[in-house]
């Protein structure tokens, strides 16, 4: 499965999210650490959704940028 992830950058940290799986998070001290940490993420809250019995979401979300002058 491919999921969507937003990364933001905060003042002293940076963190990531994946809309189509609410609750899951990530939060790291670089951006280069984000992937690795949302991935692990994405792993354990799937794991998580399959030993409660719940459906797994298909992933919808999708990412664009504009363009602003």
Known sequence: ????????????SCGAYIPDLPGCVAVAESLAEVPKLIT????????????DG??????????EYVDVA
């Open 1 to 12: 499965m491919r999921f969507a992830i937003v990364t933001e950058k905060g003042p002293r």
């Open 40 to 51: 692990e993420a994405v792993v354990l809250h799937l794991e998580g959704l399959r030993e």
């Open 54 to 63: 719940l459906p797994i979401p298909e992933p919808s979300s999708s990412c």
